[in-house]
């Protein structure tokens, strides 16, 4: 684990691997080290980037910062810092999926493909122990109940959270419409959802009428809120696929029992 410092700020971070840069971005529950296995397993052939929003994991807790302007304004100075002008893959997960797309929109030619697991298309895809959040105790904990000691990775650095950044970034996406964000960026976005996560609720086929070709969504059939650890060597593979062959959604290997639409 490493640390730098941005805008006055300690952000922790892993690097690992060689070859095209690829960005995970960690969701409400939880930090960069819950990317870790995918980390590592796509380090073979990439390099591969994961760091701590502020107030989540061993990054400060600066609640000024708490919110999607400021978390899109630290993947720019992150990268700035570390080198890269373009990132092959950003892969966004919850939260990390919304400041994803912001990120790709206000940068459209420094990001080449977007993956967004989980992404809250509006508010009112959000579960309801994730929109009623108050503040009180461990967000993961409290959020995903005894789920969550099916994930020690979560578990591990859920006590690091301040409940303050779950509280005032949800609060900031009460006019979140990340349909309308799709449907201006250009890059193939790749939205993926398991269908029995509790936290983000998947969206049906008709979000898919409103989009154009670039975009693509499967639904995962028993994955919960964590797809890259409840079935990871398929999460992986997914990454892989979705590097190799972009928009080109037919060449996408999916398991029989994956549920999906094609366009």
Same mark, same amino acid.
Request: no cysteine; net charge negative.
């Given at each position: 684990?490493?640390?730098?410092?941005?805008?006055?700020?300690?952000?922790? %971070?892993? !690097?690992?691997?060689?070859?095209?840069?690829?960005?995970?971005?960690?969701?409400?529950?939880?930090?960069?080290? %819950?990317?870790?296995?995918?980390?590592?397993?796509? !380090?073979?052939?990439?390099?591969?980037?994961?760091?701590?929003?502020?107030?989540?994991?061993?990054?400060?807790?600066?609640?000024?910062?708490?919110?999607?302007?400021?978390?899109?304004?630290?993947?720019?100075?992150?990268?700035?810092?570390?080198?890269?002008?373009?990132?092959?893959?950003?892969?966004? =997960?919850?939260?990390? !999926?919304?400041?994803?797309?912001?990120?790709?929109?206000? =940068?459209?030619?420094?990001?080449?493909?977007?993956?967004?697991?989980?992404?809250?298309?509006?508010?009112?895809?959000?579960?309801?122990? +994730?929109?009623?959040?108050?503040?009180?105790?461990?967000?993961?904990?409290?959020?995903?109940?005894?789920?969550?000691?099916?994930?020690?990775?979560?578990?591990?650095?859920?006590?690091?959270?301040?409940?303050? !950044?779950?509280?005032?970034?949800?609060?900031?996406?009460?006019?979140?419409?990340?349909?309308?964000?799709?449907?201006?960026?250009?890059?193939?976005?790749?939205?993926?959802?398991?269908?029995?996560?509790?936290?983000?609720?998947?969206?049906?086929?008709?979000?898919?009428?409103?989009?154009?070709?670039?975009?693509? +969504?499967?639904?995962?059939?028993?994955? =919960?809120?964590?797809?890259?650890?409840?079935?990871?060597?398929?999460?992986?593979?997914?990454?892989?696929?979705?590097?190799? =062959?972009?928009?080109?959604?037919?060449?996408?290997?999916?398991?029989?029992?994956?549920?999906?639409?094609?366009?």
């Amino acid at each position: 684990m490493s640390a730098i410092i941005v805008e006055g700020g300690l952000v922790h %971070y892993e !690097a690992l691997g060689r070859g095209r840069p690829l960005l995970f971005l960690h969701d409400w529950l939880g930090s960069w080290r %819950y990317w870790v296995p995918t980390m590592v397993d796509m !380090a073979s052939s990439h390099r591969t980037y994961g760091f701590d929003f502020w107030g989540f994991g061993d990054s400060d807790k600066a609640p000024a910062r708490y919110d999607l302007e400021s978390y899109t304004r630290q993947i720019e100075l992150f990268l700035q810092q570390m080198g890269v002008r373009q990132v092959s893959l950003m892969i966004g =997960h919850g939260l990390g !999926a919304v400041i994803a797309l912001r990120y790709a929109q206000m =940068h459209p030619q420094e990001v080449v493909q977007v993956m967004a697991v989980s992404l809250p298309l509006s508010p009112r895809h959000m579960g309801r122990t +994730l929109s009623s959040f108050t503040g009180n105790g461990s967000p993961a904990r409290t959020i995903l109940g005894r789920r969550i000691l099916a994930y020690e990775e979560v578990e591990l650095e859920a006590d690091k959270t301040d409940p303050r !950044a779950v509280v005032q970034t949800v609060r900031s996406m009460t006019e979140l419409d990340a349909v309308r964000i799709l449907q201006r960026l250009t890059v193939p976005v790749l939205l993926v959802y398991g269908l029995e996560d509790p936290v983000i609720r998947p969206p049906g086929n008709e979000v898919l009428e409103q989009l154009d070709y670039h975009v693509h +969504l499967l639904r995962l059939q028993g994955v =919960h809120h964590y797809p890259m650890l409840d079935v990871s060597p398929e999460f992986n593979r997914l990454i892989r696929d979705f590097l190799l =062959h972009g928009d080109n959604w037919d060449r996408i290997e999916l398991k029989d029992e994956w549920k999906r639409r094609m366009r």
